[in-house]
């Protein structure tokens, strides 16, 4: 799986958009792009993934560069429960054994 | 809909004691994970298993036994504690998606 690249602390202003990069310069193109986060003492939760297109749901928006090298997690009004700590997670979706390899990830601080 | 649920909560044992750890999902997923998380640190996998019938050693898996009991429970046994073995434990299941799911976790010491 692909190694990616991330800053270990963000913060941002409650209300406001958190823009979370991550580089991932050696991605091969069955790769997708996972994002997590671990509230404190919690268990990660999944939060969105996508190829190659920018990818939407409810809880955030992905963009993904053209060339894939890097992509963007947005979380478009960022409240104080989304202080967490974030993973960027490049990998291939095989049908089974799908084992994720989580590095330091991002620790967002979310302030009034 | 309970997800994954993992049990005990919170658990002391004293250096070679052994344990297990229980885990059952109801999503019908076909594979399950057992991680640790050490303090400050990502979580690293220990074993997991791809379907019923079969698991596999992940990063760190030595000092510890898995059972795939059915599709449901995955359980995790440490035959004899060390205190090296002092982490938080995360058990998550995948659909065909490789989307994971995680358990609340399980707080062990190992004294």
């Known amino acids: 799986d692909a190694k990616t690249t991330q800053p270990t602390s963000m913060d941002c202003a409650e209300g406001r958009a958190a823009n979370l990069p991550c580089n991932h310069s050696?991605?091969?193109?069955?790769?997708?792009v996972y994002w997590y986060r671990q509230i404190h003492s919690q268990g990660p939760q999944y939060i969105i993934h996508g190829l190659k297109n920018n990818e939407t749901n409810e809880m955030a928006s992905l963009i993904i560069t053209e060339d894939r090298k890097s992509s963007t997690l947005i979380l478009p009004h960022a409240t104080l429960r989304d202080t967490a700590v974030y993973y960027c997670i490049v990998r291939v979706a095989r049908n089974a054994g799908n084992m994720l390899t989580f590095g330091g990830g991002t620790r967002l601080m979310v302030k009034p | 809909n309970a997800g994954v649920t993992q049990t005990p909560k919170f658990q002391v044992l004293k250096t070679g004691q052994s344990m297990t750890l229980q885990c059952a999902q109801d999503m019908n997923h076909n594979s399950m994970y057992w991680y640790r998380q050490d303090p400050g640190m990502g979580l690293r996998l220990i074993y997991y298993s791809a379907s019923e019938g079969t698991t596999d050693k992940g990063e760190v898996p030595n000092g510890y036994n898995v059972s795939r009991l059915n599709k449901r429970e995955f359980s995790l046994r440490l035959e004899s504690a060390a205190p090296s073995q002092t982490s938080v434990y995360f058990c998550?299941?995948?659909?065909?998606?490789?989307?994971?799911?995680f358990g609340a976790g399980t707080r062990l010491s190992v004294l």
């Open positions: 998550a299941s995948s659909s065909s998606k490789a989307i994971q799911y």
């Open positions: 050696t991605i091969s193109g069955n790769e997708y």
